[in-house]
Structures are given as C-alpha cells and as structure tokens.
C-alpha cells in the first residue's frame, strides 16, 4: 500500500459524458501527478500539481481538466469522453517536486462504452 | 527533454543477475535517472534513482558512466516476482515526466 488512494476503482460511462476521478496523496506530500496508461500508448503523465498550483503539463487533452484543493487532494476531470479515453488513470505523490520518489496510487479504470 | 531508449523485453531465468540499459544520450546537466518497476494493472513502483557513479539499494544498483549518456540497472539474483515492466526516466523538476514504453523482463523458472 503505498498510502496514495483513488476513488473510484472502477467507472463506466458513455461517449459525451463528464466524470471527476479523486486522488488523495499520501500524508506529507504535496505533489499530485496525473498519468493515463491506455495498451497502445503506454504510460503518459498528464499533468503535476505542487501545493495547489499547477507545477508541469504533459499531453493533456483540454478535454481534461485538473487541480488541487487546498486540503491538497487533487481532481482529474474527462468531459466530452470518447471511446478513446478508456484506460487506467493513475495519480502520483511525492513530498517536494521534481525527481523525487513518486508513490502511485491503485489507479481508477474508465471505461468509456 | 533526454529522450530514453531500453530494449523492449528481456528474458532471464531465477537467480541469476538481469541488467538492463537505458541510453539518454542527450541528457541535461540537471537531469536525474530514476527507474520503475510496473506489474500489470497496478501503478510503478519507485525501485532506484541516480545523478553518477553508482547507486545501491536493498533491490537494484544503478551504473552511470562519466558521460552519463547511458545508464544500467542491476537486478542481483532475479525470482519469478521480479516479471515485470521497467522504466527508466530522465528529467528534472518542472518538466513533463516521460516514462517511455519500458522494457518487459520476464523471469521463468
């Protein structure tokens, strides 16, 4: 268990939709990092938040929207999903930012149908 | 942003020694090589970090030569547990996280 959870484990939605997917860091860190790992494209980071502000951006769509709260919990929102969208979405923490140690969480599997 | 390159998959039997290089030939000043370990359907897990030299841990010894345009993690002794998918990354704060497509060890007994 690395002390990093994400709600939910599992989602199911349609094309069109809007879904938030919820990550709490383990106590202590104060970046969160989205990541997307789909069976073609592999492992792809998304997006870095460091206290509360936005600190590095990957590929992210701008379908897709983050941020982290001030109790440094962070939300991924997906709108406008497309078949293409399902995968597993992992977030990260770590203490400081940079290349520190990330702790990843179990991961939210989408399924867009 | 030090593109990486490692072999796609591996093979290996139990108990012997697995290294694995990663080539970063344009690495930065600032950049460190960090690894991670990933089993399927669940997120990486930190194994090893480095700036040169060598790095030891209790898993894995990292090699960095003086160019450091390469490195090679060390895996002493591998068992069926260690099948897994490894990533070398390149980076430095602030920057994009690349974890690439990894190399897929497969260990059989």
């Known amino acids: 268990d690395s002390g990093v959870t994400q709600t939910p484990k599992h989602l199911i939605t349609a094309t069109g939709q809007r879904v938030t997917l919820r990550c709490s860091p383990r106590?202590?860190?104060?970046?969160v990092y989205w990541y997307q790992q789909s069976l073609d494209q592999g492992l792809q980071f998304l997006i870095q938040y460091y206290n509360g502000e936005e600190r590095a951006k990957g590929n992210i769509l701008e379908r897709f929207s983050a941020q982290q709260f001030p109790d440094l919990h962070s939300e991924l929102n997906l709108s406008s999903l497309e078949l293409g969208d399902s995968a597993l979405y992992f977030c990260?923490?770590?203490?400081?930012?940079?290349?520190?140690?990330?702790?990843f969480g179990p991961g939210t599997r989408l399924t867009v149908l | 942003l030090a593109k990486t390159t490692q072999p796609i998959s591996m093979d290996s039997y139990e108990g012997q020694e697995v290294n694995i290089t990663c080539s970063h030939n344009n690495i930065a000043t600032n950049d460190y090589i960090t690894w991670y370990q990933q089993f399927p359907s669940q997120g990486p897990r930190f194994i090893i970090q480095g700036y040169k030299t060598k790095v030891t841990n209790e898993v894995a010894s990292l090699f960095i030569p003086a160019d450091r345009k390469s490195s090679t993690l060390s895996l002493p002794r591998v068992s069926l547990s260690d099948t897994a998918v490894y990533y070398c990354?390149?980076?430095?704060?602030?920057?994009?996280?690349?974890f690439g497509k990894g190399t897929t060890l497969s260990v059989s007994s």
């Open positions: 990354l390149v980076g430095q704060a602030g920057t994009a996280l690349i």
């Open positions: 990260a923490s770590s203490f400081a930012s940079g290349m520190n140690e990330q702790f």
């Open positions: 106590s202590g860190d104060l970046s």
